[in-house]
């Protein structure tokens, strides 16, 4: 199973809004409403921001979105903050594997 | 309040063995799926093994099986990963993260092995 696509980098200035892309295909992202978004910050436990495409769980900013379309999830941060610098991994159910992560996106707040 | 240790990491030559544990606490852990998920270093997060909710059943990414084996003790609510046979490309932080319903609610702040002579 090979890891979704994100793009390398992405950012914003304060206030401003930022969307990652995560590629997959109809065997993960395309298959299953089961795409789940984790922000990491270096050298602590990664946190869950978005589950089942588009649910935030309790506590996570409602600046934090997602969405889908096909074979490809996003994540948007509107209203960027600077705490919000860090990476962003997508995730999405694959049957058998069962989990394949995104490659990755690291989020800069110019 | 909900948290999970990982400890375990270290240095190791390659071929050796090394035993992770994860000790869980502040949920009811035998209502979770357990995962090791690990990320070397400057790459992404990979997905490494899986255990059901009673230990019966075990999943392992391609790159372990055979090598690495997880189990869980749900009386010191504890995961664990024995991995053997180590190589180069097994040096990874490696977490523990906790699964309910396709996703992971939880996760430890991981362990570094590193495997090198």
């Known amino acids: 199973q090979s890891a979704l696509t994100q793009p390398p980098s992405a950012s914003g200035s304060p206030g401003q809004s930022v969307t990652i892309s995560c590629t997959g295909t109809?065997?993960?992202?395309?298959?299953?409403?089961?795409v789940s978004w984790y922000q990491h910050h270096p050298g602590k436990a990664p946190k869950l921001m978005i589950y089942?495409?588009?649910k935030r769980p309790s506590g996570v900013p409602d600046r934090f979105s997602g969405s889908k379309s096909g074979n490809t999830a996003s994540l948007t941060v509107s209203g960027l903050q600077a705490e919000d610098e860090a990476d962003y991994y997508c995730?999405?159910?694959?049957?058998?594997?069962?989990?394949?992560f995104g490659t990755g996106t690291k989020v800069t707040v110019l | 309040e909900v948290q999970l240790v990982e400890s375990g990491g270290g240095l190791v030559q390659p071929g050796g063995s090394l035993r992770l544990s994860c000790a869980a606490s502040g949920f009811t852990f035998t209502s979770y799926v357990m995962h090791w998920v690990r990320q070397a270093p400057g790459k992404g997060l990979a997905w490494v093994s899986r255990i059901n909710h009673d230990g019966t059943i075990t999943t392992y990414a391609d790159s372990v099986k055979g090598r690495f084996t997880i189990s869980r003790d749900t009386a010191k609510n504890t995961l664990y990963l024995e991995m053997n046979s180590l190589r180069a490309e097994d040096t990874a932080v490696y977490f523990c993260?906790?699964?309910?319903?396709?996703?992971?609610?939880?996760w430890g702040q991981g362990t570094l092995v590193t495997v090198s002579s």
């Open positions: 089942d495409v588009s």
């Open positions: 993260a906790g699964d309910i319903e396709y996703k992971y609610d939880y």
């Open positions: 995730s999405s159910y694959a049957g058998s594997t069962p989990f394949v």
């Open positions: 109809s065997s993960d992202v395309g298959g299953y409403d089961y």
